[in-house]
Structure formats: C-alpha cells, structure tokens
C-alpha cells in the first residue's frame, strides 16, 4: 500500500518509528482512541497556519469534520486570526515548537523555551489543549521525560499521507481513502505550499463521509 503505517500504541506505551529510528513515549494514538464502535478518523495537521489553512478550514466545515492543528509559534504569531478561527470551530489548536525544531538536538533549557513560548501563545489564543508534537516526530527519554513532567501528552501518528512531499493530490487521497477506523493521519496545512493537500481533501472527504467516517479531534487533545 502507498502509505506508511507505524505502530502507534496506548497513552504511556511505547512507539517505535521505525523509519525515523526513534523511540516515542506517552503517545496518544489509535488504540486510545477507537473502541466505540464508529468508525473515526482523526485528521492532524502539522507546520501551519499557512497559505491553504483556510481552505482547509472551509473544507472540515462543509464535512463536519474536526481535526487537530500542531501550529508553529512562529506562524502562529504572524496568523493570530487563524489561530482563533482554528478554536472558535471547535478543532484543537496544539503545540508543534515555535520554529520546528529537533527537540532530541537542544538542550533542556532551549526546548523549554520552544515549547513554553508556543504554550504561552496558545493559550492567549484560547486553545487550553497541553498535546504536543514533536518536529519530525523525533523524541527521545529525555524530550518525554520532560513532557511528561509538564502534563503535555505527545501525539504522533500512524498514517504519513507524505503530502509534505507533494506527492501529487492523487497519491495523497489514496493515502486518505486507505485509512482505517482509528488511525491517526498526517497531513500539513504549512511549511510549503499546500494545495496538493487542499485537492486531495476535497476529493476524499466526501468518499469517506459516503463510508461511514465521521473525523474528530484525538482524545485527550
């Protein structure tokens, strides 16, 4: 299958990404989130607000979707007015660092500094959502250790749309339309332009909403 699936686990379980050669701790996943019966999908987008997150917004509403948003500080200072529309449509407005920064590469001091002022900049936003993911997923015993210690859950993923790749919107839809009930799917709304994942969305949230899907934010964000 065009898609690369991880094993992502239970809150404090262990998560191995294989690809990336990490070892992730705390993660919220699928096997948190499914269990009821339905079938849900749970949309996250990383790196924005960016040039497309308001067709992105445009598109959850018309499907009634939520997702999650792992923004940047520093986009989401130059888009405040997103960040608050993020929030007043009922999706989650996360933490994903203030400039994307390996978080296993700085030290303790600098990587409370990435993620507070992030944090601080949230919450005068009006998101009280604690997630964090980390850039590029890279985590560590270190990086959780301290997370943990700060109630702030990672959430990473399961399904890699690789739409960061720009892949071309079919490839990304077909990632989208083989997603299961559950899974954790990464997709971006910034750091590049977006408008693969725009066209990609717009073709397969409707095929998934045909099938059954319903799109929520990850419990516990």
């Known amino acids: 299958m065009n898609r690369t699936r991880r094993l992502l686990t239970t809150v404090a379980a262990t998560l191995l990404l294989a690809t990336a050669g990490y070892t992730a ?12 019966g339905e079938k849900v999908l749970y949309l996250t987008f990383d790196d924005g607000p960016g040039d497309e997150t308001v067709e992105i917004l445009d598109l959850l509403r018309e499907h009634d979707a939520k997702a999650v948003f792992f923004a940047l500080g520093q986009n989401l200072a130059r888009h405040t007015d997103l960040g608050r529309r993020i929030v007043a449509e009922g999706h989650v407005l996360a933490n994903h660092t203030w400039s994307h920064e390996d978080l296993t590469t700085l030290d303790a001091s600098s990587r409370d500094q990435t993620i507070g002022d992030t944090a601080e900049l949230l919450s005068r936003l009006g998101s ?26 990672q959430v990473l993923w399961n399904i890699d749309t690789a739409d960061w ?15 299961e009930s559950g899974d954790v799917v990464l997709l971006h709304d910034g750091g590049s332009d977006r408008t693969q994942t725009v066209e990609a969305l717009r073709a397969a949230l409707p095929r998934l ?9 990850v419990p516990g964000c």
């Open 165 to 179: 790749t720009r892949p071309g919107a079919d490839a990304i839809a077909e990632s989208l339309l083989e997603a």
């Open 25 to 36: 701790y705390s993660a919220l996943g699928p096997a948190t989130a499914a269990g009821s």
């Open 128 to 153: 009280d959502s604690q997630c964090v993911r980390p850039p590029y997923g890279a985590t560590d015993d270190a990086v959780a250790d301290e997370l943990t210690a700060r109630g702030m859950p």
């Open 209 to 217: 909403a045909t099938a059954g899907f319903t799109f929520d934010v």
